[in-house]
């Protein structure tokens, strides 16, 4: 039996394909490498010593979804692909309305047609829209999303719920992501963004690097310690983990079960410079922008469900994350 991971050459996928197979899972990766590179399964290879199945294709293309369901025994499907930009999908809604769900509608179909009963998705804190009240627990109200990314993630949890409710074959896993950052430590795989980061930590390793002149704090007058932004920054290695217990979970779910992945501390944009600069004894240059637009003062997560019911829990420090992300930015596979 194997595990599907859709857009699993990417960040998060690269990541949790890592660590199923280091615990003796077989896994099928499909990704149409519209933001990542197949060489990634190579290097998937060359940490686990064992080799993922690979099919360059469209998750929403039902001929592909046929032929990989066909070749492969497929036990549960970890959903990851899609397009993720926040900005560029305030430029392109449609394009991300259409990718997003289409591939998430071809994976339900096509697992309904093979038998194959467990879903866990790749959703985002971001679904918590505007909400002030934190730590952001699981059962808070969504209040709907500041962007169409956002709601693509908001859209598919309820899709996925609705599928949930009406078979009762299914399992339906949600794992809302907080901010993941760092990188396995070989420094072999790797967050690797098209163009301008839009994200924190990589643009401050690309600071670092000389790619860039200096990092724009996105305001100093939001009401928190340092008046900077307060997000939960969590290690990629641990939400892989937090996937494999997920994914042991689901084995004896049905039903539709939400879980926050996150540290529960919270950290402002200067900690992290500062924790950035004193993990890799080096220094960022930093000058205070306005806001950015859609963004809210303070996210952090409630772990507690996660911890309770999946029995996990984040281990890695900052330090491991500033450093691990750093020896990334390094390496010769960031580039
Ligand atoms: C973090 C903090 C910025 C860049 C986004 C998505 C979310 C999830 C994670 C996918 C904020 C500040 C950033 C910069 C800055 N992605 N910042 N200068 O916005 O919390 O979450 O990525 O699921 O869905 O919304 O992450 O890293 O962009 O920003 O000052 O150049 O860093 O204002 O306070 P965010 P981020």
Same mark, same amino acid.
């Given at each position: 039996m194997s595990i599907l991971c859709t857009g699993g050459t990417g960040f998060i996928g690269s990541h949790t394909a890592v660590e199923l197979l280091c615990v003796n899972q077989d896994v099928v990766i499909v990704d149409d490498l519209s933001n990542s590179s197949a060489s990634v399964v190579d290097r998937i290879e060359v940490i686990t010593g064992k080799r993922p199945v690979f099919y360059k294709g469209d998750v929403a293309?039902?001929? %592909?979804?046929?032929?990989?369901?066909?070749?492969?025994?497929?036990?549960?499907?970890?959903?990851?692909? !899609?397009? *993720?930009?926040? =900005?560029e999908s305030v430029q392109i809604p449609v394009a991300y309305y259409r990718?997003?769900?289409?591939?998430?509608?071809?994976?339900?179909?096509?697992?309904?047609?093979?038998?194959?009963?467990?879903?866990?998705f790749s959703s985002s804190a971001t679904v918590y829209g505007t909400s002030d009240k934190v730590p952001f627990t699981e059962d808070a109200k969504e209040l709907g999303c500041t962007n169409p990314y956002?709601?693509?993630?908001?859209?598919?949890?309820?899709?996925?719920?609705?599928?949930?409710?009406?078979d009762p074959?299914?399992? %339906?896993?949600?794992?809302?992501y907080f901010n993941p950052i760092?990188?396995?430590?070989?420094?072999?795989? !790797?967050? *690797?963004?098209? =163009?301008?980061?839009?994200?924190l930590m990589p643009y401050i390793t690309q600071v670092a690097a000389g790619i860039r002149d200096h990092l724009?704090?996105?305001?100093?007058?939001?009401?928190?310690?340092?008046?900077?932004?307060?997000?939960?920054?969590?290690h990629v290695v641990d939400l892989a983990k937090g996937h494999v217990a997920a994914y042991n979970y689901s084995t004896e779910h049905t039903g539709c079960e939400v879980?926050?992945?996150?540290?529960?501390?919270?950290?402002?944009?200067?900690?992290?410079?500062h924790a950035f600069e004193e993990a890799n004894s080096l220094k960022i240059p930093y000058e205070i922008a306005p806001r950015r637009a859609g963004d809210?003062?303070?996210?952090?997560?409630?772990?507690?469900?996660?911890?309770?019911?999946?029995?996990?829990?984040?281990e890695l420090s900052l330090q491991d994350m500033c450093r691990d992300s750093w020896r990334w930015q390094c390496g010769k596979w960031s580039k």
């Open positions: 293309d039902k001929a %592909v979804m046929e032929k990989v369901f066909s070749e492969n025994s497929i036990d549960a499907v970890i959903h990851f692909a !899609g397009f *993720k930009a926040v =900005g990718n997003n769900l289409d591939s998430t509608l071809t994976l339900l179909e096509t697992m309904k047609k093979y038998g194959c009963h467990r879903f866990i956002g709601w693509t993630k908001f859209m598919i949890e309820q899709i996925l719920k609705d599928a949930a409710a009406a074959e299914l399992s %339906v896993v949600l794992l809302r760092g990188a396995h430590a070989s420094g072999m795989i !790797g967050e *690797k963004p098209n =163009g301008i980061p839009n994200n724009s704090v996105f305001g100093d007058d939001y009401p928190t310690p340092d008046g900077t932004g307060v997000r939960d920054y969590i879980f926050n992945l996150g540290t529960g501390i919270g950290y402002s944009v200067l900690d992290i410079v809210i003062a303070t996210c952090y997560a409630s772990t507690e469900k996660a911890e309770k019911v999946l029995g996990w829990k984040a």
